[in-house]
């Protein structure tokens, strides 16, 4: 399995997504500090994997703190969850880890325990995040091999896979459940404008699997669907609201609207930890604008003259009803989803529960 991110000693090691495909390298992460910094410069990018390295990073920057007070400790703990609060807006996996490990580090002084106590447990809950997530995109890729017909030509948008989590992956994960069960599969992949997530990393994972891809620009999606050489579209997601209406890469939405068109099932895979019952619609999900360098360069090539205007959203919302159904660690949950996602979500084990990350 694609090594994402891990922890070695008190370092949080992950891959450089910038650098691919071309060179495989791996960053260094010493401090909470470096991780936010790797969060925010998109070293490590996708919802699951950046709230497994908010976690990790929380973990390793309180294991190096100096304070022998719980106040103190106390109150650099908040410091650096602010920290990694700042870094990215839309995934609320971001924000999922960071609460869990609040709770972890009040329950710890709860208990009375020591400075190096609540390190340990803030140690083993970062660790449990992280096993966990790929315990559930296994899950996902499951129960979501199911909905792909044998000789299926899937399209996907941007990267969800290895890459986007700490291993396995979401929409790929579907993609690898289904070839594991002895499906035959096909891949088209969008490129991803203007990041290149498809072409760079979705496309590199899946050659190394040695599943059939191949690469298209964002739109010749529509005239592939029109030729009837897409089957199905799966994509993951960053942020999925109260009623299903669900972020994820821009250009997801336009996918998602061609694929109705023609017919083609559409469905977003994604852990419960994507979930935000606390937002009831796409109408509320804050949506983040990156750099316009991302849009005016290819490497150091210019593409757009200087003075022209730039619009770079990181993500769109595709209404829930384009949805066909959310692939999740506990099923594949069908409209109405005000309903479904509520009752999975308050059906979901504590992060302890062995059935839970088995």
């Keep these: 399995m694609l090594p994402t991110i891990a922890r070695e000693g008190d370092v949080v090691v992950m891959i450089d997504q910038r ?44 294991r190096r703190s100096k304070a022998t007070g719980t106040q103190k400790f106390a109150a650099e703990f908040q410091k650096t969850c602010e920290l990694m609060a700042s870094t990215r807006p839309t995934a609320v996996n971001l ?19 020591s400075v190096d106590q609540i390190k340990d447990r803030l140690d083993r809950e970062a660790q449990l995040i992280h096993d966990e997530d790929v315990a559930s995109c296994r899950a996902m890729g499951a129960f979501g091999a199911a909905v792909v017909p044998d000789d299926a030509r899937i399209l996907t948008h941007c990267n969800a896979g290895a890459l986007a989590t700490a291993g396995y992956g979401t929409a790929l994960g579907v993609i690898r459940g289904a070839v594991e069960q002895g499906k035959r599969v096909a891949v088209f992949a969008d490129e991803t404008r203007p990041f290149l997530q498809g072409a760079r990393l979705t496309a590199w994972e ?24 897409v089957d ?17 890469k821009i250009g997801t939405y336009g996918v998602a609207v061609l694929a109705r068109e023609h017919q083609i099932p559409f469905y977003v895979a994604a852990p419960l930890s994507t979930v935000d019952l606390h937002t009831p619609d796409g109408a509320h999900i804050p949506i983040e604008e990156r750099d316009a360098r991302e849009v005016t360069h290819v490497g150091g090539a210019q593409l757009a003259p200087e003075g022209a205007l730039i619009w770079n959203p990181a993500f769109d919302v595709t209404p829930h009803q384009y949805i066909g159904g959310i692939i999740t660690e506990r099923g594949i949950l069908r409209p109405p989803y005000v309903e479904s996602l509520k009752r999975a979500v308050d059906n979901v084990p504590g992060p302890r529960d062995p059935a839970y990350i088995s």
């Design 19 to 62: 650098k691919l495909p071309a060179r495989e390298l791996y960053v260094r992460c010493k401090t909470a500090p470096d991780v936010a910094r790797a969060i925010k410069t998109m070293v490590i990018r996708g919802a699951p994997a950046i709230g497994v390295a908010a976690a990790l990073g929380l973990a390793v920057g309180m």
């Design 95 to 113: 924000f999922w880890a960071i609460e869990r490990m609040k709770r972890s580090f009040a329950t710890g002084v709860r208990a009375g325990g």
């Design 206 to 229: 899946l050659v190394r699997d040695g599943i059939q891809t191949t690469v298209i620009t964002d739109n010749m999606a529509g005239a592939l669907m029109r030729q009837k050489k």
């Design 232 to 248: 199905l579209v799966v994509v993951g997601a960053d942020r999925i609201a109260a009623n299903g209406d669900t972020a994820n």
